[in-house]
């Protein structure tokens, strides 16, 4: 703990009494709810990666980008983000919904294929996480969070090309073009990203197609947007097969969205249909098909009509959705789910607008499980300009995917039998926000039944699905932000940490994939500065400890140099070469480092 105090002191030396203001992040509108609002008005824990800070994390994937906040915990398979899960406080990768542009992304497979369809970092225009229960906003997957990748607005005609190399043969070639015409703009992006691999047989091929348009725009904007990415990977160790060093993945995600926006009087609508499709190829030896293989293939069809009406009483938040989901696989057979969902949120304001209630509801319809309803609660105190108290209540419930359903193999055994997981949360935070500073504690506590866990006796044994009785997770987190001009060069420093205990009780089993791999203690810090003109660096620490006793500390380092249309940039990752698991028995590289060069093409 005495290291981590002397690198706090370390950072705050660095800020200076000359310190001037720069805009801050207050007046985004966070997108991804029907009632929407600008940031500072929220009463939830949310955090933004705005496209900037991106940049100067020097980082090539999202999977990377959400290591760096606090209570997230992305547990990486190799580099890349090849194969990465999403947990956000304690809960488990199905238990996150991902989001882009508003279109869900979820997969009844399994959750593992969440990050499938992370966009390229070129198209991105911000992050959103939205922490804690949020089922009455976004439905049954989002448990313990969501996360929403908002992509980038077209502005004028440009072309960016990049590329990257370095340590086990990486190497990233992007090129990514926007193009504004008088009734429609567009954003086009193609990028091709492999890997020889940092130990026998994880070596990768990505391949990923972007493309958003904007037709009408002058009128009722109608928005396409298609995506299609495929990743061929090597996956030594990533199933719980240590003794099978030759296993191989392959899978396909595409999502094909419409979507516009509909402004008239008090109303505002937003009508939405989309079709997503995932393809999973799994084989135990890479070179023996006929040993052992998997083949999944899902698709989700599904149409939703949001919206919001203004009046004297407040905002109220609409909606209604339908999904319908496929599967056909060799393992876990064909099967379909269809889901039905309405939503309804009003926003009231008293006391001069000081303080915001919001009660909402959700009530989804199952075609295979019990119907629901999600009600939850928000409640804000706007304290002064800058500074706020909030508190949130809600259910969260998740029904099992298929994979929990049906899948088994030598090391896991399924349960069809699995009841469905529910939860109820609760959480209260205060923030401190101003053009220089930002300050937020949250403390939760989310209290869950019949969660879904596979557990052994020992560790011969394979893994059994079952629903634990209950499990109690409480925590809390705390982030600062500063931001300065040091010789009228803009700086900024980053602090978080979270801390987390889940407490599985009645549980009998000796080993459980739930309980053994959550983040205890968490720091992350970031310290992003420029020394001189069109020159920028940024150094970034994490810290995890997890409840197994396993900690480990990574230091990343990145710098890039602008000069004219030409941009250099150096990205070193784990620069005193810690040995670290993050998921399983996957061991993560050591040191290694990526050059790059980008073009702007005007």
């Known amino acids: 703990m005495k290291n981590y105090i002397t690198l706090v002191v370390f950072f705050l030396s660095i800020i200076v009494s000359n310190a001037q203001e720069l805009d801050t992040l ?19 824990t949310i955090h933004i990666i705005t496209a900037a800070e991106l940049k100067k994390l020097g980082i090539t994937n999202v999977a990377d980008a959400l290591q760096q ?12 983000g090849m194969q990465a899960d999403l947990y956000i406080r304690g809960g488990s990768f199905d238990q996150t919904l991902l989001l882009i542009d508003g279109f869900k992304v979820d997969d009844p497979q399994t959750g593992h294929h969440t990050m499938n369809l992370a966009l390229p970092i070129e198209v991105i225009k911000r992050i959103e996480v939205i922490k804690g229960p949020a089922a009455r906003v976004f ?8 996360v929403n990748i908002v ?11 990049k590329i990257n190399g370095g340590s086990f043969g990486q190497f990233i070639g992007e090129a990514t073009g926007t193009i504004n015409l008088k009734e429609s703009k567009h954003i086009v992006h193609f990028s091709k990203n492999f890997s020889e691999g940092y130990r026998h047989n994880t070596d990768f091929d990505n391949t990923n197609y972007v493309l958003k348009s904007q037709f009408n725009k002058n009128k009722l904007p109608i928005e396409l947007f298609t995506i299609f990415s495929e990743r061929k990977f090597g996956a030594n160790g990533f199933y719980g097969f240590t003794n099978y060093v030759d296993q191989y993945e392959e899978t396909q995600a595409s999502l094909v969205g419409l979507s516009t926006v509909i402004k008239k009087g008090n109303f505002t609508w937003k009508p939405r249909i989309y079709w997503r ?25 599904a149409a939703e009509l949001n919206g919001s009406y203004q009046s004297k009483m407040g905002i109220t938040g609409f909606g209604i959705e339908f999904s319908k989901y496929y599967i056909s696989s060799n393992r876990l057979g064909d099967n379909q789910r269809e889901i039905a969902s309405l939503f309804l949120e009003h926003r009231f304001q008293f006391l ?28 804000g105190i706007q304290i002064s300009d800058k500074f706020r108290a909030y508190g949130n209540i809600g259910t969260s419930y998740r029904v099992p995917t298929y994979t929990n359903l049906y899948y088994v193999s030598p090391s896991t055994i399924s349960n069809p039998d699995l009841n469905t997981e529910e939860a109820f949360s609760q959480e209260v935070g205060v923030k401190f926000t101003s053009k220089q500073l930002s300050i937020s504690l949250a403390a939760f506590n989310r209290d869950a039944d019949n969660l879904i866990d596979y557990v052994r006796e020992d560790i011969s044994s394979p893994w059994q699905a079952q629903n634990i009785q209950s499990v109690a997770t409480k925590g809390y987190e705390t982030n600062l932000e500063y931001r300065f001009f040091l010789n009228q060069l803009p700086q900024k420093f980053q602090f978080g940490y979270s801390y987390l205990d889940n407490e599985v009780k ?14 205890k203690h ?11 003109k069109n020159f920028s660096n940024s150094v970034s620490y994490r810290y995890v400890e997890r409840t197994s006793g396993i900690s480990y500390n990574i230091w990343d380092v990145n710098a890039s140099y602008r000069l004219k249309a030409v941009e250099l940039s150096l990205y070193a990752n784990n620069i005193f070469n810690t040995e670290y698991v993050e998921t399983g028995m996957v061991p993560m590289p050591n040191g290694n480092i990526l050059f790059g060069l980008k073009y702007y093409f005007k």
């Open 26 to 44: 207050n007046n985004i509108i966070i997108s991804s709810s029907r009632i929407e609002l600008p940031f500072k008005e929220n009463s939830r």
């Open 352 to 379: 001069n607008n000081r303080i915001d209630v919001t009660p909402g509801i959700s009530a989804s319809y199952f075609s295979d499980f019990d119907n629901q309803i999600f009600p939850g609660l928000d409640l």
């Open 151 to 161: 992509t980038k607005d077209v502005e004028e005609n440009a072309m960016i090309a």
């Open 69 to 80: 906040l606090a209570g997230v915990d992305v547990r990486r398979q190799g580099i890349n």
């Open 506 to 519: 009645k549980s009998e089993a000796n080993f459980s994939q739930y309980s053994i791999n959550s983040m």
């Open 277 to 301: 499709r995932n393809q999973d190829l799994y084989l135990l030896i890479r070179d023996n098909p006929a040993a052992y293989r998997n083949l999944h293939i899902t698709n989700k069809i």
């Open 522 to 532: 968490q720091f992350v810090g970031n310290y992003a500065m420029e020394w001189f």
């Open 139 to 146: 439905g049954q997957n989002a448990f313990t969070g969501a």
